[in-house]
């Protein structure tokens, strides 16, 4: 079993930055590919940026160049640095990993004023 918890939303104006944070808990965190992804008003939750146990990352291209996810398996946690936000980015954004299934946080609310 994987617990989850994302920490780190708020509001921001257009153009400013934001650290998401993921603590995991009851596994391995080393092994884990770990993923963040976003659920905007109306809209399908969506992949943002993930990255595997070795450090491999893969990114939306609505977010390449502006997000950097990372991990930090001393600490048991994955980041998501936002920087040129865009209220396009507003979303509530999750964690996921998978081991034999998903594992989800509870979310983050990131509101992005224009």
């Known amino acids: 079993q994987v617990q989850l918890v994302e920490s780190g939303g708020g509001l921001v104006q257009a153009g400013g930055s934001l650290r998401l944070s993921c603590a995991a808990s009851g596994s391995d965190f080393s092994i884990l590919g770990m993923a963040w992804h976003r659920q905007a008003p109306g809209k399908q939750r969506e992949l943002v940026a993930s990255?595997?146990?070795?450090?491999?990352?893969i990114y939306a291209d609505s977010v390449k160049g502006r997000f950097t996810i990372s991990r930090a398996n001393a600490k048991n946690t994955v980041y998501l640095q936002m920087t040129s936000l865009k209220p396009e980015d507003t979303a509530v954004y999750y964690c996921r990993t998978w081991r034999f299934r998903e594992y989800w946080g509870q979310g983050t609310q990131v509101t992005v004023s224009s």
């Open positions: 990255i595997t146990s070795s450090g491999v990352t």
